[in-house]
């Protein structure tokens, strides 16, 4: 799930930078036809804001339990078992 969560917000940040590149470009020939390239481009910096808290989420499991761990400490408040990092 880490992996496709970065793949994920690796492709946003790129989409992001290419698109408001398209969009600077077509203003500076003139046209100013760019809500798409904005939507888009709001839709990227969205992605990029909410995925960082979502990877922290799926950061922080249990090694043997595999179960979501909300907080930093010492020990799983799962299974019981302590975390080594």
């Known amino acids: 799930m880490k992996k496709m969560l ?5 492709i946003a940040v790129i989409v992001f930078f290419m698109d408001w590149g398209i969009v600077g470009l077509s203003l500076l020939n ?3 036809e760019i809500q798409a390239g904005i939507y888009i481009g709001i839709v990227c910096w969205v992605i990029v804001i909410v ?3 979502i990877y922290k989420l799926f950061d922080g499991r249990c090694p043997y339990c595999e179960k979501i761990r909300l907080q930093e400490g010492k020990y799983c408040p799962h299974c019981g078992k302590e975390i080594k990092k």
């Open 6 to 10: 970065t793949a994920i917000w690796i």
């Open 30 to 32: 003139g046209n100013y």
């Open 51 to 53: 995925g960082g808290p």
